[in-house]
């Protein structure tokens, strides 16, 4: 027989109440499921995927600023940029608008600025590319396109050091130098300019100064050392020699002497003059050769405007 009526409210109560635990369930477990995915897709897109995981990003911040101190607790160097990207894998920091500041000993500061760089927060090394700009507390300013900075110097050293490759041009009042490769401690007094060298100097008597290379400038002790097919132009002729060491006068910004050593050729016109080694006076125009000097003199010339001193030894 049938259920009667009564019996078939009851069961529809029963199948309905089921229904409702099953769907309740399921909505449970999916929530769980949401949540997990959710987290995973967070995940995901801080590490990206397996294939480039040394490239994922950790973060990325509007302004970044790191400060290192010495042990003695003064503030040492500064590293500031725009637009930071904090890699998780290299531990680089990729910055835009970069800039960094460098204090020694005597508080003067070096400051580099970029419109690109990368900074290392474990080495602390940093890395300046595009329209890099270097000034220092004596007034100098360089000029490149890229630059490695080393707070710490290469072999952790504790010398601050900068060096770059590419042609670089460094100018002071009066006095310009330029070349190829650089390697510089804290501030530009004492820079070494690698190859291709050329400086000019302003003053009472300008003078040009070429080079193969390296130059060693020390502005603090006011001496520039020229090395390989050194050659000085001025109005009062041309000096050729292996090595030229260069003295300083930083009050008047130009030049006192210059010592040459090894093959030292003097041409004033048509004429030569050959030595081992030779000084030349910058404000007299003269020249005062050492070491069994050779002079050649062509037909014609005039004694005027001698370049050399004639009571040469």
């Known amino acids: 027989m049938g259920k009667s009526n009564r019996e078939i409210p009851e069961i529809m109560r ?110 602390r090394n940093a890395h300046f590319e595009k329209d890099v700009i270097v000034t220092d507390g004596t007034g100098a300013k360089l000029q490149t396109e890229y630059l490695d900075w080393y707070p710490q110097g290469e072999e952790k050293n504790n010398s601050q050091l900068i060096k770059t490759d590419a042609y670089v041009r460094i100018e002071r009042e009066n006095f310009k130098a330029e070349g190829i490769g650089l390697c510089s401690r804290h501030e530009l007094s004492k820079v070494q300019l690698n190859e291709k060298v050329k400086v000019s100097m302003g003053g009472p008597q300008p003078v040009v100064i070429t080079c193969s290379g390296p130059l060693e400038l020390d502005y603090k002790s006011s001496i520039a050392q020229f090395s390989k097919n050194v050659k000085v132009s001025s109005q009062h002729g041309e000096l050729f020699a292996d090595k030229m060491d260069v003295f300083i006068n930083k009050e008047e910004k130009s030049i006192n002497k210059i010592v040459c050593t090894g093959n030292v050729k003097i041409k004033q016109g048509d004429n030569t003059t050959f030595s081992r080694k030779a000084v030349y006076f910058a404000k007299e125009g003269k020249v005062v050769l050492l070491g069994s000097p050779k002079l050649v003199i062509y037909p014609g010339e005039t004694e005027g405007g001698s370049f050399f001193n004639k009571n040469s030894k």
């Open 14 to 123: 029963k199948i309905l109440g089921i229904t409702l635990i099953i769907i309740f369930s399921f909505n449970v477990v999916s929530c769980g499921q949401i949540n997990r995915k959710s987290k995973q897709a967070k995940d995901t897109s801080l590490s990206l995927d397996s294939a480039k995981a040394e490239e994922a990003i950790e973060q990325e911040v509007s302004t970044f600023l790191l400060t290192g101190y010495t042990t003695g607790g003064a503030k040492e160097w500064e590293v500031r940029g725009d637009s930071a990207k904090i890699f998780t894998a290299t531990d680089e920091v990729e910055l835009d608008n970069m800039t960094a500041s460098l204090w020694g000993d005597d508080s003067r500061s070096m400051k580099l600025s970029s419109d690109i760089g990368t900074f290392d927060r474990v080495s």
